[in-house]
């Protein structure tokens, strides 16, 4: 089964820009989508199909996908920035796959 | 907007099997496709199945086939999991989520506030 890679935490100041990568076989060939997860609380999408912003989510927030590896980046990050966030794609048995998430820090 | 609401947390005995609901309110399409997420206490988010009732088809995850069953009421705009031959590893938040299906490979849009299923004996 397909699977994804996902860093455990990462830690940056505020103001500064936060990147989480997503690592996979070619998934630079897939649709990645991206939830953050505060604690206490249910996933809500920050992107969809790599790069697409839905409606209430920040400018800040932004993606990337190709070659082996996709990419949230968070620009300018707050300290209510802070949360897991995980990485997802649909494998070829039509079965939904999230990386292992990863800890958004803000120092 | 779209709304999903769950059914309440629940307690259950090795063994048994629990059934949770998601009811969906505000701007449902046809496409809609329901799924099954959960997560275990301090773990990450899991997928269960999913079912897209606009071509009555239902997937599973590997690991739940056998013991997990999705079915959704079109007249009332609701889905229903329900997890047989629960063990203490099945204690987890399960979360109802939809996307459009129009695109195979489409998002979760819309999530439910999660439903606390405690296995223990």
């Known amino acids: 089964s397909y699977e994804l890679t996902q860093a455990p935490s990462v830690s940056v100041a505020p103001g500064e820009t936060a990147r989480i990568t997503c690592g996979g076989d070619?998934?630079?060939?897939?649709?990645v989508h991206w939830y953050r997860q505060k604690p206490g609380q249910a996933p809500v999408l920050v992107i969809s199909?790599?790069?697409d912003r839905p409606s209430g989510i920040p400018e800040r927030f932004s993606g990337s996908n190709s070659g082996n590896t996709a990419t949230l980046t968070i620009s300018g990050v707050e300290a209510g920035d802070e949360a897991d966030f995980y990485c997802?794609?649909?494998?070829?048995?039509?079965?939904?796959?999230f990386g292992g998430g990863t800890k958004l820090t803000v120092l | 907007q779209v709304h999903l609401a769950q059914s309440g947390a629940d307690v259950k005995k090795p063994g048994s099997s629990v059934k949770v609901s998601c009811q969906a309110s505000?701007?449902?399409?046809?496409?809609?496709?329901f799924n099954w997420v959960r997560q275990a206490p301090g773990q990450g988010l899991e997928w269960m199945g999913g079912?897209?009732?606009?071509?009555?088809?239902?997937n599973y995850a590997h690991r739940f086939q056998g013991r997990l069953s999705i079915t959704t009421d079109e007249s009332t705009s609701a889905a229903y999991m329900e997890l047989s031959g629960l063990r203490s590893d099945d204690t987890a938040v399960y979360y109802c989520?939809?996307?459009?299906?129009?695109?195979?490979?489409?998002?979760?849009?819309?999530w439910g506030l999660g439903t606390l299923v405690t296995v223990s004996s």
């Open positions: 989520a939809t996307g459009s299906s129009l695109l195979n490979v489409y998002s979760f849009d819309h």
């Open positions: 505000g701007e449902i399409f046809i496409s809609f496709a």
């Open positions: 079912v897209i009732p606009l071509v009555n088809r239902t």
């Open positions: 070619n998934i630079g060939d897939e649709s």
């Open positions: 199909f790599d790069k």
């Open positions: 997802q794609v649909w494998d070829t048995n039509n079965n939904a796959v």
